[in-house]
């Protein structure tokens, strides 16, 4: 099982160009996260889905949209991307039926806005 | 507002030494605490804790809560290089599953 994957690795953009990070699970999760994790502040959620169907915000949503796609897919788009969203950005999920369970992370995209 | 704090934000010990991070929590709806570990990459799982003080333990590694006092520690036993990462507590919200993570803690071990 690949897990959590995500698109792309590693993007530079200019300021107020637009991207989606792409982010998908295999493990037939029902929810799914967005964080970003900057220098000294561990990571913050900006958005999460608790099923397929439903988003919410989270800590720190402004500047950021999402769309859960199905149930295997969550993508995360900057509309006009900013030097203050330069993070690295982890996707999650987890299947909450099970309260043992906890949420697995997606290998990370290094965004860096100029 | 619902917090987690950890300390210290970083540590630097010898091989062989024993370390112990510290997690404290206000959390509304608390449904568990988590410890992850971060070598540069994505976070993985230590461990999960809901009950207080029934110790979890792992290799070296072993951790306990305290819901009165709205704690965790993470212990390690004879430290190695590997072990050098960054150490992050979590806490998991009850209706959302929503994890709120402290700072995180950069262990470094030396030879």
């Known amino acids: 099982n690949a897990g959590v994957t995500q698109t792309p690795k590693f993007q530079v953009l200019k300021t107020g160009q637009s991207m989606t990070l792409q982010c998908a699970q295999d493990?037939?999760?029902?929810?799914m996260y967005w964080y970003r994790q900057d220098p000294g502040m561990g990571l913050r959620l900006i958005y999460y889905?608790?099923?397929?169907?439903?988003?919410d915000k989270g800590e720190v949503p402004n500047g950021y949209n999402v769309s859960r796609l199905n149930k295997r897919e969550f993508s995360l788009r900057l509309e006009s991307a900013a030097p203050s969203q330069t993070s690295v950005y982890f996707c999650?999920?987890?299947?909450?039926?099970?309260?043992?369970?906890?949420?697995?992370f997606g290998p990370g995209t290094r965004l860096t806005v100029l | 507002e619902d917090k987690v704090v950890q300390s210290p934000l970083s540590l630097v010990v010898h091989e062989g030494d024993t370390v112990t991070l510290n997690c404290s929590y206000e959390?509304?709806?608390?449904?568990?605490l988590l410890w992850y570990k971060q070598e540069k990459k994505a976070p993985t799982f230590l461990f999960m804790l809901?009950?207080?003080?029934i110790e979890k333990k792992s290799g070296r590694l072993s951790s306990i809560l305290d819901k009165k006092e709205l704690f965790s520690i993470l212990n390690i036993t004879a430290t190695q290089t590997g072990d050098s990462a960054v150490y992050l507590c979590?806490?998991?919200?009850?209706?959302?599953?929503?994890?709120?993570f402290g700072q995180g803690t950069t262990l470094q071990v030396k030879p």
């Open positions: 959390v509304t709806n608390f449904r568990s």
């Open positions: 889905s608790a099923s397929e169907g439903t988003t």
């Open positions: 979590a806490v998991e919200e009850f209706n959302t599953g929503k994890l709120i």
């Open positions: 493990m037939n999760h029902n929810s």
């Open positions: 809901t009950s207080s003080g």
């Open positions: 999650a999920s987890s299947d909450r039926r099970h309260h043992t369970d906890t949420q697995y």
